[in-house]
């Protein structure tokens, strides 16, 4: 939105004043400003996309009038959901490794990250039984394994 002011009873258009650099606000590890937005003619927007384990929209913050940035506000561009939140990966059933003696437990469906799926001996075998931890895929299988008394 252009600015005036009133010189010799005269409106005059004023030029937009930039905003400089990127916005000075923290996102901590949540997000990263997307590139250098200096230049940025006011009313336009500097983005910021999640990283690292946490996924959504994003924030913006929008060049002011006065050449100064403003608070950044949520967005949720392409994602349904707004800013940033932390992505706790998953495992879906339990591991398909051989566990000769156990069973997995039932509540090693949808594990969260990084959480072991149990695999206890079942009678007549006894001993230890197994593990594998979930990292959003299941990893390696641990355990002394069972044996037939």
């Known amino acids: 939105m252009p600015q005036w002011a009133k010189t010799d009873n005269r409106c005059v258009k004023l030029a937009p004043v930039p905003c400089l650099g990127t916005p000075p606000f923290s996102l901590g590890r949540q997000a990263v400003w997307e590139k250098d937005c200096n230049g ?3 009313g336009s927007k500097c983005f910021a996309r999640c990283s690292g384990p946490y ?9 002011s009038t006065n050449g100064t940035w403003l608070q950044p506000t949520p967005d949720h561009i392409d994602t349904g959901f707004d800013g940033c939140s932390a992505h706790t990966p998953t495992c879906g059933p339990p591991p398909d490794y051989e566990v ?3 069973a997995w437990e039932d509540d090693c469906v949808d594990l969260a990250s990084p959480l072991a799926c149990n695999a206890p001996c079942v ?3 006894t001993g230890e039984g197994y593990f594998a931890v979930c990292y959003g895929y ?6 002394k394994g069972c044996t037939k008394p």
């Open 138 to 143: 299941w990893g390696e299988l641990w355990g």
């Open 55 to 63: 996924e959504g929209g994003g924030f913006s913050s929008t060049c």
């Open 100 to 102: 000769p003696g156990a």
């Open 123 to 125: 009678a007549p075998y």
């Open 40 to 42: 940025t003619l006011a």
